[in-house]
Protein backbone atom coordinates (compact mmCIF):
# COMPACT_ATOMS: atom_id res chain seq x y z
CA UNK A 1 0.00 0.00 0.00
CA UNK A 2 0.99 3.79 -0.13
CA UNK A 3 3.49 4.83 2.13
CA UNK A 4 4.45 8.35 3.28
CA UNK A 5 7.61 8.93 4.70
CA UNK A 6 7.97 12.30 7.47
CA UNK A 7 11.57 12.73 8.35
CA UNK A 8 12.64 14.00 11.81
CA UNK A 9 10.08 12.32 14.16
CA UNK A 10 11.04 14.62 16.82
CA UNK A 11 13.32 17.83 16.53
CA UNK A 12 14.01 20.02 19.39
CA UNK A 13 15.85 23.51 18.37
CA UNK A 14 16.66 26.49 19.97
CA UNK A 15 14.87 29.56 19.78
CA UNK A 16 15.37 31.42 16.23
CA UNK A 17 16.48 28.80 14.17
CA UNK A 18 14.86 26.99 11.22
CA UNK A 19 13.77 23.20 11.09
CA UNK A 20 13.28 21.51 8.04
CA UNK A 21 10.76 18.59 7.91
CA UNK A 22 10.64 16.37 5.06
CA UNK A 23 7.18 14.26 3.78
CA UNK A 24 8.07 11.47 1.24
CA UNK A 25 5.65 9.23 -0.59
CA UNK A 26 7.72 5.96 -0.86
CA UNK A 27 6.00 4.20 -3.42
CA UNK A 28 3.59 6.45 -5.20
CA UNK A 29 3.26 9.91 -7.15
CA UNK A 30 1.73 12.75 -5.05
CA UNK A 31 0.95 15.91 -7.32
CA UNK A 32 -0.47 17.35 -3.80
CA UNK A 33 0.49 17.09 -0.68
CA UNK A 34 -0.89 18.43 2.68
CA UNK A 35 0.57 20.13 5.71
CA UNK A 36 -1.24 20.02 9.15
CA UNK A 37 -0.37 21.19 12.40
CA UNK A 38 -2.28 19.27 15.38
CA UNK A 39 -2.58 20.89 18.83
CA UNK A 40 -2.34 18.73 22.03
CA UNK A 41 -5.95 16.69 22.37
CA UNK A 42 -7.15 18.76 18.98
CA UNK A 43 -7.98 17.83 15.42
CA UNK A 44 -5.82 18.85 12.63
CA UNK A 45 -5.62 22.56 11.24
CA UNK A 46 -4.73 22.66 7.88
CA UNK A 47 -1.80 25.06 7.06
CA UNK A 48 -0.93 24.87 3.66
CA UNK A 49 -1.71 22.81 0.49
CA UNK A 50 1.56 21.80 -1.43
CA UNK A 51 1.98 21.23 -5.44
CA UNK A 52 4.47 20.08 -7.36
CA UNK A 53 6.12 22.29 -9.15
CA UNK A 54 3.99 25.73 -8.10
CA UNK A 55 4.06 27.63 -4.92
CA UNK A 56 2.34 26.34 -1.94
CA UNK A 57 -1.73 27.14 -1.36
CA UNK A 58 -1.42 28.73 2.29
CA UNK A 59 -4.87 28.62 4.45
CA UNK A 60 -5.97 32.23 6.42
CA UNK A 61 -4.01 32.68 8.85
CA UNK A 62 -1.00 30.99 7.94
CA UNK A 63 2.27 33.14 7.58
CA UNK A 64 3.97 32.22 4.33
CA UNK A 65 7.36 33.56 5.29
CA UNK A 66 7.20 31.62 8.29
CA UNK A 67 6.48 28.15 6.87
CA UNK A 68 8.00 28.08 3.99
CA UNK A 69 7.10 24.84 1.31
CA UNK A 70 8.99 23.40 -1.01
CA UNK A 71 7.18 20.72 -3.65
CA UNK A 72 10.65 19.72 -6.07
CA UNK A 73 9.61 16.72 -7.21
CA UNK A 74 6.84 14.31 -7.29
CA UNK A 75 8.00 12.84 -4.02
CA UNK A 76 8.71 15.36 -2.00
CA UNK A 77 7.83 18.28 0.09
CA UNK A 78 9.55 20.04 2.79
CA UNK A 79 8.04 22.22 5.39
CA UNK A 80 10.64 24.44 6.62
CA UNK A 81 9.82 26.52 9.93
CA UNK A 82 11.81 29.80 9.85
CA UNK A 83 13.07 31.55 12.87
CA UNK A 84 11.32 29.38 14.83
CA UNK A 85 9.97 30.37 18.72
CA UNK A 86 8.30 28.37 21.72
CA UNK A 87 4.81 28.82 19.86
CA UNK A 88 5.39 26.96 16.87
CA UNK A 89 6.12 24.00 19.21
CA UNK A 90 3.74 21.43 17.76
CA UNK A 91 3.20 17.98 16.05
CA UNK A 92 2.96 18.66 12.44
CA UNK A 93 1.93 16.12 10.37
CA UNK A 94 1.68 15.73 6.15
CA UNK A 95 0.03 13.55 3.97
CA UNK A 96 -0.43 12.77 0.30
CA UNK A 97 -2.61 10.96 -2.22
CA UNK A 98 -2.03 9.06 -5.04
CA UNK A 99 -2.34 10.49 -8.56
CA UNK A 100 -3.23 6.83 -9.45
CA UNK A 101 -4.58 3.90 -8.24
CA UNK A 102 -6.70 5.54 -5.55
CA UNK A 103 -8.98 3.74 -3.17
CA UNK A 104 -12.38 3.80 -4.99
CA UNK A 105 -11.44 6.05 -6.86
CA UNK A 106 -11.88 8.72 -4.31
CA UNK A 107 -9.43 10.91 -2.68
CA UNK A 108 -8.29 8.66 0.48
CA UNK A 109 -4.70 10.12 2.02
CA UNK A 110 -1.73 8.53 3.10
CA UNK A 111 -0.11 10.23 6.38
CA UNK A 112 3.25 10.40 7.35
CA UNK A 113 3.90 9.30 10.93
CA UNK A 114 4.02 13.35 12.09
CA UNK A 115 6.68 15.51 13.04
CA UNK A 116 6.77 16.73 16.95
CA UNK A 117 8.83 20.17 17.23
CA UNK A 118 9.70 21.68 20.32
CA UNK A 119 11.31 25.10 20.20
CA UNK A 120 13.69 25.91 23.53
CA UNK B 1 -11.28 24.53 8.53
CA UNK B 2 -13.73 22.09 10.13
CA UNK B 3 -17.08 21.17 8.98
CA UNK B 4 -17.46 17.98 11.06
CA UNK B 5 -18.85 17.54 14.55
CA UNK B 6 -17.57 14.38 16.36
CA UNK B 7 -19.32 12.84 19.58
CA UNK B 8 -18.72 11.90 21.99
CA UNK B 9 -15.13 14.20 22.35
CA UNK B 10 -14.28 11.06 24.59
CA UNK B 11 -15.27 7.56 25.13
CA UNK B 12 -14.13 5.09 27.50
CA UNK B 13 -15.64 1.28 27.55
CA UNK B 14 -13.89 -2.32 28.71
CA UNK B 15 -12.63 -4.41 26.33
CA UNK B 16 -15.26 -6.92 24.27
CA UNK B 17 -17.43 -3.97 24.04
CA UNK B 18 -18.85 -2.28 21.25
CA UNK B 19 -17.93 1.79 20.45
CA UNK B 20 -20.02 3.66 18.45
CA UNK B 21 -18.60 7.28 17.35
CA UNK B 22 -20.75 9.83 15.80
CA UNK B 23 -19.86 12.23 12.95
CA UNK B 24 -22.10 15.43 11.88
CA UNK B 25 -21.36 17.36 8.94
CA UNK B 26 -22.76 20.27 7.31
CA UNK B 27 -22.19 20.75 3.51
CA UNK B 28 -22.97 17.81 0.66
CA UNK B 29 -20.25 14.96 0.53
CA UNK B 30 -19.13 12.57 -2.14
CA UNK B 31 -17.85 10.18 0.77
CA UNK B 32 -17.13 10.17 3.87
CA UNK B 33 -13.64 8.89 5.33
CA UNK B 34 -13.05 7.80 9.37
CA UNK B 35 -9.08 8.08 10.01
CA UNK B 36 -7.59 6.50 13.07
CA UNK B 37 -5.09 8.12 15.27
CA UNK B 38 -2.59 6.08 17.58
CA UNK B 39 -1.13 8.73 20.22
CA UNK B 40 1.69 11.04 18.65
CA UNK B 41 1.26 9.73 15.47
CA UNK B 42 0.04 10.18 12.08
CA UNK B 43 -3.37 9.23 10.80
CA UNK B 44 -4.37 6.05 9.00
CA UNK B 45 -7.35 5.43 6.71
CA UNK B 46 -9.53 3.19 8.26
CA UNK B 47 -12.88 3.35 5.91
CA UNK B 48 -14.69 5.28 2.99
CA UNK B 49 -18.45 5.12 2.60
CA UNK B 50 -19.86 7.17 -0.32
CA UNK B 51 -22.42 9.27 -0.53
CA UNK B 52 -24.95 6.24 -2.18
CA UNK B 53 -24.50 4.27 0.23
CA UNK B 54 -26.08 3.45 3.66
CA UNK B 55 -23.82 1.20 5.17
CA UNK B 56 -20.69 -0.44 5.04
CA UNK B 57 -18.47 -2.87 6.96
CA UNK B 58 -14.74 -3.77 7.15
CA UNK B 59 -14.19 -6.45 9.52
CA UNK B 60 -14.97 -5.39 12.98
CA UNK B 61 -15.65 -1.78 11.30
CA UNK B 62 -19.33 -0.98 11.00
CA UNK B 63 -19.72 2.46 9.20
CA UNK B 64 -23.28 4.12 8.50
CA UNK B 65 -24.18 7.13 6.51
CA UNK B 66 -27.24 8.95 6.59
CA UNK B 67 -27.22 11.79 4.30
CA UNK B 68 -31.01 13.54 5.00
CA UNK B 69 -29.80 14.55 8.88
CA UNK B 70 -25.53 14.60 7.27
CA UNK B 71 -24.82 12.34 9.83
CA UNK B 72 -22.24 9.81 9.94
CA UNK B 73 -21.36 6.45 12.45
CA UNK B 74 -18.62 4.29 13.27
CA UNK B 75 -19.52 1.27 15.13
CA UNK B 76 -15.85 -0.92 16.62
CA UNK B 77 -17.46 -4.58 17.74
CA UNK B 78 -15.90 -6.40 20.01
CA UNK B 79 -13.49 -3.35 20.76
CA UNK B 80 -9.68 -4.74 22.09
CA UNK B 81 -6.94 -2.70 23.57
CA UNK B 82 -5.48 -2.07 20.55
CA UNK B 83 -8.29 0.01 19.36
CA UNK B 84 -7.72 2.43 21.90
CA UNK B 85 -6.96 6.30 19.55
CA UNK B 86 -8.45 9.40 18.27
CA UNK B 87 -10.76 8.58 15.42
CA UNK B 88 -11.87 11.37 13.20
CA UNK B 89 -14.35 11.91 10.01
CA UNK B 90 -13.48 13.84 6.82
CA UNK B 91 -14.94 14.49 4.04
CA UNK B 92 -13.52 15.82 0.87
CA UNK B 93 -13.74 19.73 0.02
CA UNK B 94 -12.67 19.82 -3.89
CA UNK B 95 -11.40 17.34 -6.33
CA UNK B 96 -7.74 18.80 -4.97
CA UNK B 97 -8.11 15.88 -2.42
CA UNK B 98 -8.35 18.61 0.35
CA UNK B 99 -10.02 16.92 3.52
CA UNK B 100 -12.03 19.06 6.06
CA UNK B 101 -11.58 17.17 9.67
CA UNK B 102 -14.04 16.58 12.45
CA UNK B 103 -12.82 17.25 16.19
CA UNK B 104 -12.12 13.45 16.57
CA UNK B 105 -13.29 11.22 19.21
CA UNK B 106 -10.92 10.06 22.06
CA UNK B 107 -11.61 6.23 22.48
CA UNK B 108 -10.14 4.36 25.92
CA UNK B 109 -10.14 0.78 25.90
CA UNK B 110 -10.19 -0.60 29.21
CA UNK B 111 -8.73 -4.29 29.43
Known amino acids: GAVVSQHPSRVICKSGTSVKIECRSL??????MFWYRQFPKKSLMLMAT?????????EQGVEKDKFLINHASLTLSTLTVTSAHPEDSSFYIC????????????????FGAGSRLTVL | SQQGEEDPQALSIQEGENATMNCSYK?????LQWYRQNSGRGLVHLIL???NEREKHSGRLRVTLDTSKKSSSLLITASRAADTASYFCASPMDSNYQLIWGAGTKLIIKP
Open chain 2, 49 to 51: IRS
Open chain 1, 50 to 58: SNEGSKATY
Open chain 1, 95 to 110: SASPKTGRVSGANVLT
Open chain 2, 27 to 31: TSINN
Open chain 1, 27 to 32: DFQATT
